[in-house]
């Protein structure tokens, strides 16, 4: 996989075998909670320049379908696109991690995580900065998940307080997360950040991109950033493991199960209608099974599918509607 | 409902009875066809400006979830989507019929069918025009079916030679249902007009929206227009009803209903990302339960899903990527 990043700077390789490591860690440990299914490696190389190794589960005991991908690509961005970044150029280096499990039992959350690192400018590192983050979306909402999500999330920004603010990123989370349409979140939200690093040129981005306190009062030094970003990579497991291990055996009732495929439409509607990774990847060209590998295998809409005051699809939706400071 | 479209021209008021008498005729027949199950009427008020008369079905032995909703609306556009349209100014009125019906049965195609009349300008009925069209979306393909559904639509055109062309009309039905990501169709087509009547202004929306011989060569007499839309609208039924019908009583097998379930995911993805309606609906503050109607009870998404070579699955998978001429 290594050859993906070649040519990229040293940092920008550093970056990629990071993420590769990462994916190790992460589908090892998913497997072994699973029991049943393990990952299975689809590698693609991108004929512009680059590729990537996307790894997926399915059928599961516990996870029904999830996807972990890593990838490493460049080449030239397109006009209109290079406009919307920091820096000035075109060409480009991009290197990520990326995954969406949706577990079987209507118990255990959703989970998101990502955290990237882009190179542009026609030197390359020229400009670059890291992005990331990660969202838990629960059907059925359990306040010590949360909680431990969100405390896992502060403990990995609090040990880099010249680089992340928990507060802002919980902020940004929330804000990006935002099902416009249906007044509500796609879930009880975690961190959201982007551009780190990228120094001035990146405030009207941070501005436009709508959100939390950004990084114009952090420190840009790259080398703090992804010192951030590794412990927030590291993160996931421990934000995410022990919820998903604690809810795995509670199967859920058919009527838990149905609440769980009609709030999976939210999850859809989001990702296509406004997740900016998705659908920039759809409108140029991406690798479409890496971009959507985020969607779940059953769905359900119904219509006009309002849940019933004092229930506990109506405290769900509550929460989704007005977010909680979940550390108090 | 009629005071949905008080204050607009005397031909807008006369096209949303139309629609609305048009909604009585199909409601009627598709629930009788259906033999279980009815529609529910959801009327509604746009704070804005006029309201709407959704229908409903769910549930049905036949129709596994459909709409057919009627709405006349007026008001302000906002600028930017002014700009969009042809004529000057941002009054506007607006009042159609759309309609989709999801099948329970993988042999039973989905179907979607819209007209639509529109004014714009300062002055109500400055410039109006006409759209609309309908499209079939098979799991399974007959070709019988897509022959008599393009037949049809072919003789709605031909009784009005100097409004309409089948020929340009399924080429622009062709190109507007393409789910670019994907390289191929959300269905076998049909028909698919706009600007109707628009004159002039309309050609290079026409050009911009990609597609078909445009009206520029077409009469652009309003009154033709509408004549021709009367006769398009009361063509469904005809396009539809024979082919339902004589595909109910195939159930289908688990593993076509799994390829049912997997190819309406396409379906939700060219709605939620490329279709205009669906698309300016959400972003503008529209009925949110009368445009999502549109989309299936159950779907579902798998990684990496290709038809294997040879099978049923790939022939209509070949006819989505390549269009064919169904009257020979």
């Given at each position: 996989m290594h050859q993906h990043s070649e040519g990229a700077s040293e940092r920008g390789r550093t970056a990629h075998q990071f993420f590769l490591d990462l994916q190790d860690r992460i589908t090892d440990a998913l497997a072994t909670l699973d029991g049943r299914s393990s990952f299975r490696s689809d590698p693609w190389d991108r004929p512009e320049g680059g590729g990537g190794r996307t790894r997926i589960i399915e059928d599961g005991a516990v996870f029904e379908k999830g996807g972990v991908a890593v990838s490493a690509v460049h080449g030239e961005l397109s006009e209109a696109f290079a406009k919307e970044l920091?820096?000035?150029?075109?060409r480009f280096f991009a290197t990520g991690i990326s995954l969406v499990i949706h577990p079987r039992s209507p118990h255990v959350p959703t989970v998101h995580a990502n955290f990237r690192y882009l190179e542009k400018g026609d030197a390359l590192g020229q400009i670059a900065w890291f992005g990331g983050g990660a969202d838990l979306t629960p059907w059925i909402l359990y306040e010590e998940d949360a909680v431990h999500f969100h405390q896992t999330w502060k403990r990995a920004c609090d040990l880099h307080p010249e680089v992340a603010d928990y507060r802002a990123y919980k902020k940004w989370c929330d804000e990006y997360f935002m099902i416009q349409h249906r007044h509500?979140?796609?879930?009880?939200g975690g961190i959201f950040f982007d551009?780190?690093?990228?120094?001035?040129?990146a405030k009207a981005m941070v501005t436009r991109s709508g959100?939390?306190?950004?990084?114009?009062?952090?420190?840009?030094?790259l080398s703090k950033v992804f010192a951030f970003v590794k412990d927030a990579g590291g993160a996931f497991l421990e934000a995410y493991l022990p919820v998903a291990d604690r809810r795995k055996n509670t199967p859920g009732t058919p009527e838990e199960r149905d609440w769980q495929l009609r709030r999976r439409s939210r999850y859809v509607e989001f990702n296509l209608v406004y997740d900016r990774g998705t659908i920039f990847g759809l409108k140029t060209n991406g690798r479409i099974e890496s971009i959507l590998m985020?969607?779940?295998n059953m769905v359900s809409w119904k219509y006009d599918d309002q849940p019933q005051p004092g229930t506990y699809q109506e405290r769900l939706v509550q929460v989704l509607k007005t977010p909680r400071d979940w550390l108090g």
């Open positions: 920091p820096g000035p150029g075109r509500e979140r796609r879930g009880i551009y780190l690093g990228a120094g001035e040129g959100g939390g306190q950004g990084p114009e009062s952090r420190s840009q030094d985020s969607l779940p």
